[in-house]
């Protein structure tokens, strides 16, 4: 992060950390990456604030889905906070179910749950119960110091194999020709390989066919991707992989080792793969589920950004998925060609945990700088998906537009 050419004006993504310059070099890694004939000047900050921010831009025929349940936010605790996440369905029955309460109870039953017990109790319960909880803590320099002393984003060999393709020399689609599997949810993974169709990959994205997704979260990352569904376990799945150039990772690192798709056991079976493996908190927490909005919560940024010392804050976007979906498209634009010129296999590793991390050490302010009105006009794309009007963050690289987005598990789980 220290090799940032200053944009013509900060992104206006207004917080005391420096969101605004994680977000221009996350964003400027991958132009640099794909060695895309302009310079990082030619980066519109604005642009990149709104599709940090896409979910405000979303619009589906003209009307704004919701994005938050009303079980995902901060609550009070009798010795501080809870942070807790149930936008998706499952999430949402399992926080209840934790807590005692009806599968229709609302927001002030949550309230006056999480109110009479301490953070941690409460935490300790939802987690037990295959809920998501955090306790909202203060940062921990050590700590992220630490993690400070690996690379943000990890790319080392795991195997040899003969080198292959990397794609085309085509200015607007150097990635032509290189073949993306999909195994990601939410919105790092999804950005990643958003960005790598963007890039003229094929991406073919695999949901499980027992956990649908919003339709809104999937329209808004899934341009230029087919949209499948296929239990990990079939048959199918192989076939998939041995065709495959990159497969991109955002599931529990336990999970995946359980369906035999840990990175080193897909090395050893697929030579020349490139594995990209996104978790929220990192390999050494392989069972521990997350989203952005915990890890600010439990990494410190959320007391950084509060309000008044002591009402919670938070970031003015999902910033450690966004940042980290680029960081990690990046990366995997390298190991395309280091695989070109070198052969073997490879990883790419990174965490949301570790970019907050990344975060948290760059230079702050003592105030938000204020922000500056956007028209956000110039700044999107319009698609006829499934008969419906479509409107979404246009894309951040310059000379660039997305392609349409399949429904979701639209296409068949084929190249």
Not at 124 to 137: F, K, P, Y
Not at 258 to 276: E, N, Q, T, Y
Not at 289 to 308: C, K, N, R, T
């Amino acid at each position: 992060m220290n090799e940032i050419l200053s944009p013509t004006h900060p992104v206006p993504l207004a917080s005391r950390l420096a969101t605004d310059d994680l977000a221009w070099a996350s964003v400027a890694s991958v132009l640099r990456a794909a060695s895309i004939d302009h310079d990082v000047s030619a980066l519109d900050p604005d642009r990149i604030a709104l599709a940090y921010r896409s979910d405000r831009l979303f619009r589906i025929d003209g009307e704004a889905p919701d994005v938050w349940s009303p079980y995902s936010g901060f609550w009070r605790a009798v010795d501080g906070w809870v942070r807790t996440h149930g936008n998706y369905p499952h999430h949402a029955a399992a926080l209840l179910r934790a807590l005692g309460l009806r599968e229709d109870a609302g927001a002030d039953d949550v309230r006056a749950v999480l109110a009479a017990a301490s953070a941690r109790e409460s935490v300790r319960r939802i987690s037990a119960g295959g809920g998501l909880a955090v306790v909202v803590s203060p940062e921990d320099p050590d700590r992220d110091a630490a993690l400070r002393d690996h690379p943000l984003v990890e790319l080392r060999r795991t195997g040899d194999a003969t080198p292959a393709r990397t794609g085309s020399s085509r200015a607007d689609a150097p990635l032509d020709g290189i073949r993306v599997l999909d195994l990601t949810r939410v919105i790092a993974g999804p950005v990643c390989t958003r960005t790598l169709a963007l890039l003229g990959a094929d991406v073919l994205r695999i949901d499980p066919p027992h956990l649908p997704e919003p339709k809104w979260q999937h329209l808004d990352t899934g341009h230029g991707k087919h949209s499948a569904l296929l239990d990990a376990r079939a048959p199918e799945m192989e076939a998939l992989l041995a065709q495959a150039d990159v497969l991109v990772l955002g599931y529990r690192p336990a999970a995946l080792e359980r369906l035999g798709l840990s990175p080193d056991a897909l090395a050893a079976r697929h030579p020349g793969l490139i594995v990209a493996q996104l978790s929220a908190w990192g390999t050494e927490h392989p069972d521990r589920a997350g989203f952005d909005s915990l890890v600010q919560a439990e990494s410190g940024i959320a007391l950084v950004e509060s309000p008044d010392g002591d009402t919670p804050g938070a970031l003015p976007a999902q910033a450690l998925d966004h940042s980290a979906g680029y960081l990690l498209a990046a990366r995997v634009v390298e190991a395309i060609r280091r695989r070109r010129d070198d052969g073997g296999s490879w990883r790419v590793t990174t965490s949301l945990r570790r970019v907050a991390a990344e975060l948290l050490g760059m230079p702050r302010r003592d105030q938000p700088r204020p922000e500056s009105a956007i028209d956000p006009a110039q700044h999107v794309q319009e698609f006829l998906v499934g008969g419906r009007m479509i409107t979404t963050a246009a894309p951040v690289l310059p000379g660039f537009s997305f392609s349409a987005p399949h429904p979701w598990a639209s296409d068949a789980p084929e190249w």
